[in-house]
């Protein structure tokens, strides 16, 4: 096990990023140690599509200026007409959408920490395991250099009309999986935090907005017969909208207004309120409001019922599994149906944020454990 050492001058700051199909995730710690996290829409608007609405300051948003083409993103972005979503499979990390979204978050992360134009940073991010060995990872790693051959990247953004410069020095693309188990294995420095998973056979149940893949991690790697589900959470928001719009078949609702009276709902559970929940959308205050309790469940049914038809093909035996990792923002919905088929499964408390804060981790490792060497 390392013993800790001052940070090294190679990196002078390291970044994680899940740029996710339904929520764009950050971690990172600010200069005085404090911790940096960011969660926001995946998706970004043209200025000209907001209208007046900025300059009456009613919504959170920033403006990003990237080649000469303005971009906002924020808080409210979800209320912007011609919101473009980074949302897609097989090549969305080739997508202009994909790219710009990278740029703009990094801009945001600089600006709040207070990033200066000669800092050297770090980029880590992940891919399911499926990717992991795929042309995916380069073009991936593209993205947030700013060119192909893997060069130091160096971009200017103006944000708010100020000078944003900063250099990406190394992008570390790594699989969800893995570092969803490293992020408990590491502390937030980097160094060893846990040991016992050095020895530990680990299942990571991973569900997100489009996919939902099953991995099984043993002594810190990645064991082959990995399966990935083309179901997730955005399956679930369908079988909602399709219940919203037997009332009212002309109106559109997003996914991030349902993620919203579902997260409300949540809390509500979690402060320890004990009622029966019913998750009603109201289209407007005039219009009646819609139950759509059992569309969400028949929904989070359906796609249960396709996870687990994939754990019971790829892992035909769990007594050797030390411990079974169920994550994701919508775990909990899922936790039910897979105790079904495998008992004591555990929902980390960070579920949401688990392969952000892998990401992290593993950065602090490469920088100033793995880089820097023993004392």
């Not at 051959?149 to 410069?165: F, M, R, S, W, Y």
């Not at 960070?350 to 454990?369: K, Q, T, W």
């Amino acid at each position: 096990m390392a013993t800790r050492k001052k940070k090294n001058n190679e990196y002078d700051k390291v970044i994680g990023i899940d740029l996710g199909n339904g929520l764009i995730k950050v971690r990172s710690i600010s200069d005085d140690g404090e911790p940096y996290r960011l969660n926001l829409p995946s998706g970004f608007s043209y200025l000209k599509d907001v209208g007046d609405a900025l300059n009456n300051s009613t919504l959170d948003l920033d403006v990003y200026e990237i080649d000469g083409v303005e971009y906002v993103w924020g808080e409210d972005i979800t209320k912007v007409s011609n919101f473009k979503s980074t949302y897609g499979h097989e090549n969305r990390y080739k997508t202009e959408a994909y790219k710009i979204m990278a740029k703009i978050v990094m801009a945001r992360v600089v600006r709040d920490l207070e990033i200066g134009p000669y800092d050297r940073l770090m980029i880590v991010t992940g891919v399911p395991s499926n990717e992991t060995e795929s042309e995916r990872v380069d073009d991936i790693a593209s993205a947030f250099y700013g060119s192909h051959d893997g060069n130091i990247g160096l971009h200017k953004v103006l944000v708010n009309e100020e000078d944003c410069v900063f250099k990406v020095v190394h992008v570390e693309v790594t699989g969800q999986a893995l570092a969803t188990v490293l992020g408990r294995y590491l502390g937030e420095d980097g160094y060893v935090e846990n040991e016992e998973y050095e020895d530990m056979k680990v299942a990571v149940i991973d569900i997100g907005a489009g996919t939902s893949d099953i991995d099984i991690v043993k002594s810190l790697r990645r064991l082959n017969g990995y399966d990935s589900v083309p179901k997730g959470f955005r399956d679930v928001y369908e079988s909602i909208r399709d219940c919203i719009q037997s009332s009212y078949p002309s109106h559109k609702v997003t996914d991030y207004e349902l993620l919203e009276i579902l997260e409300d709902k949540s809390r509500m559970l979690r402060d320890g309120n004990t009622e029966e929940i019913q998750y009603i959308y109201k289209p407007s205050k005039r219009k009646e409001g819609v139950d759509f309790t059992k569309s969400l469940y028949d929904g989070v049914n359906e796609v249960a019922m396709d996870i687990q038809q994939a754990i019971m093909s790829k892992w035909k035996d769990h007594t050797d599994l030390d411990e079974v990792l169920l994550v994701g923002g919508s775990a909990e919905f899922f936790s039910e149906h897979l105790e079904e088929i495998i008992d004591g499964i555990t929902i980390p408390k960070n579920n949401g944020e688990s392969d952000v804060e892998g990401y992290f981790r593993v950065g602090m490792y490469i920088a100033y454990v793995l880089k820097g060497g023993d004392e």
